[in-house]
């Protein structure tokens, strides 16, 4: 079962190494703490990244598919495995916070 991607701490694919650098997500909920870090949600964003050769090509990325069911101030939480907006996908997740669906 997947675990919650919490900022600064879980990352993204990075399109399995073709692009640079793999990221970490850059807004999250403000008040609620997964593991002492800050959650993310769909909608929340990733910050932009580039192809190896330096073309930017992602430059708006976002948290695009998560959980049906679980909420975190308002937004429906985004876990390892889930979609981001530039068809990347989320790395890692929390090992011990999970959420089935």
Not at 45 to 73: C, F, M, N, Q, W
Not at 86 to 100: E, F
């Amino acid at each position: 079962m997947p675990g919650i991607v919490r900022a600064l701490t879980d990352s993204d694919l990075g399109h399995g190494g073709t692009f640079s650098p793999i990221t970490k997500p850059s807004s999250t909920a403000i008040k609620t703490k997964i593991n002492g870090q800050s959650p993310v949600r769909i909608g929340d964003s990733y910050p932009s990244h580039t192809l190896i050769s330096g073309e930017d090509v992602h430059p708006i990325r976002a948290a695009s598919t998560g959980s049906s069911k679980v909420k975190i101030e308002g937004s429906f939480v985004h876990r390892a495995t889930d979609s981001i907006s530039c068809g990347d996908t989320a790395a890692t997740g929390s090992d011990d916070v999970i959420v089935n669906s």
